[in-house]
């Protein structure tokens, strides 16, 4: 089967691919919302790590227990947990992270029948000596929670090699990123929307398996004569479920190069640099990945890496992706925009929820920005 037609089945029907994952393996899934879940230790738990970003499904039940201007993030994964869609998962873990995963914590513990619940209390500010110890502490804790709900031992050897599978796909995912770059008519955006989906969803040795296929493949197809002749644009926001933005992106002449969203370029950025203290290496990666802004690490820190970001990748302007009611990103978007505009970086904002309304307008809006560009 075509490998990419693989990646897109996965993240078009999640649940069909974890069911049958479980069936096969007779293994465990553990649900989480956020990309600040360490993963490794999800792994190492020899589980199946299954980021849920909920939408596709309208929303009744969850709008008992969910204001409708919460996000459509949290209701659509409250309302896939209250109608069964989630009852393959055996246990879920919450990070301590933007308000209303932690609002939403509290009101899936108490009526979501998904299994063990673990909340992980990360800090909010990630530069102090004192963060890092506590950040440490937290991932300790973590371990030992997944360990009895289980019912396993998550030694030095496991631990070993989840690491090294999980930063096997952060090097993967770092070489697709760089070949998009260089070469972004190479791979349809909705392509590579797929892949990062299927990053999140997939068994994770499996899936290095066929992205070192995939890359593989691309490498040896790649025409390095050819100049890409689209506009290089980079995204910027939080979760994005919406393959069909890209289609309209790439239709309008325009070709995302890169991006810092939390499915996305934050997710699989960064290395875990192994030393005596696994746990400790794990944290550190966390402690130093791309900032979310329900994270603090600086004034200044996201506008500095945004525009960083745009002007190592050449991208001749930024798309913010911002799904409606997100506060986090609500809120930083018009200093981002500030920095931009002092860097001569065009952008446009587009706020989007669930799935893609009003294609026609949106449509509009992206041709006269590319053309701009
Ligand atoms: S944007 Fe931040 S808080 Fe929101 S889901 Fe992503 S990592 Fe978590
Ligand atoms: S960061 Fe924004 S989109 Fe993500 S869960 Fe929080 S409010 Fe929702």
């Known amino acids: 089967m075509n490998l990419i037609q693989q990646f897109r089945d996965i993240s078009e029907h999640p ?21 600040y879940v360490p993963e490794e230790l999800i792994l190492a738990a020899g589980a199946l790590g299954y980021r849920i970003l909920g939408g596709g499904h309208a929303v009744s039940k969850a709008d008992a227990h969910l204001q409708s201007y919460s996000c459509s ?61 506590y950040m440490v502490n937290i991932c300790r804790r ?15 050897e496991r ?24 070469h972004p008519e190479q791979i349809r955006g909705a392509d590579f929307h797929a892949i990062v989906r299927a990053s999140a969803i997939m068994d994770r040795r499996a899936f290095l398996n066929i992205l070192n296929g995939l890359l593989a493949d691309l490498e040896m197809a790649a025409d390095v004569s050819q100049r890409p002749t689209v506009r290089r644009l980079l995204l910027s926001g939080g979760a994005c479920t919406f393959p069909d933005v890209y289609e309209i992106i790439e239709s309008a002449g325009g070709g995302v190069v890169w991006d810092d969203l939390c499915t996305g370029g934050r997710q699989w950025s960064g290395r875990i640099h192994a030393g005596d203290d696994l746990i400790a290496a794990i944290a550190d990666r966390y402690m130093q990945r791309p900032v979310c802004p329900a994270k603090h690490a ?9 525009v960083r970001m745009a002007k190592e990748t050449r991208s001749a302007g930024v798309i913010f992706l911002l799904l409606k009611f997100c506060d986090p990103h609500a809120f930083d978007y018009p200093y981002l925009k500030q920095r931009l505009d002092a860097a001569g970086i065009p952008s446009l904002r587009i706020e989007l929820e669930d799935r893609l309304t009003a294609e026609g307008p949106l449509r509009t809006r992206c041709e006269a920005f590319i053309e701009m560009l």
Not at 73 to 79: H, I, N, P, T, W
Not at 298 to 306: A, N, Q, S, V
């Open 15 to 35: 649940e069909i691919y974890v069911r049958g994952w479980k069936d096969k393996n007779h293994g465990r899934v553990v649900g989480y919302l956020c990309s």
């Open 73 to 133: 993030l949290v209701r659509g994964a409250l309302e896939d947990a209250l109608s069964g869609r989630l009852d393959v998962v055996d246990g879920m873990v919450f990070p301590h992270t933007c308000d209303s995963i932690q609002r939403l914590s509290d009101i899936w513990r108490m009526c979501a029948p998904t299994g063990f619940h673990i909340d992980a209390v990360l800090p909010v500010c990630l530069t102090t000596e004192s963060a890092r110890d």
């Open 142 to 156: 973590l371990k030992t929670d997944l360990e009895r709900h289980l019912k396993t031992v998550i030694d030095e």
């Open 159 to 182: 631990l070993k090699a989840a690491i090294e599978t999980i930063d096997g796909i952060r090097i993967g995912m770092e070489k697709l990123y760089l070949l998009r770059c260089n």
């Open 298 to 306: 600086g004034l200044t820190c996201r506008g500095d890496e945004l």
